[in-house]
């Protein structure tokens, strides 16, 4: 299922949609870096490219950490 998700980053509240799998697995991504999941989206907001949306950043960047695991 795909929920709306609304958080605080640098200041500024966004909000983002998200489907269950992909928020879970970055809320875990977050605890295993010791980060809470506001630093962890800060992160992946800042480093996206201005021209993507930040939901479409966060799947990209959980894509990327589990294929690095599995490397």
Do not use: C, Q, Y
Request: proline letters at 1%; a neutral charge; hydrophobic letters at 40%.
């Amino acid at each position: 299922m795909i929920r709306k998700h609304s958080v605080s980053l640098r200041g500024h509240r966004t909000s983002f949609s998200l489907e269950d799998e992909f928020w879970n697995e970055a809320v875990a991504i977050a605890s295993r870096r010791n980060l809470s999941i506001a630093a962890l989206l800060t992160e992946i907001d800042e480093a996206r490219d201005p021209t993507s949306n930040l939901s479409s950043a966060i799947r990209v960047h959980v894509l990327h950490e589990l294929k690095r695991e599995i490397a």
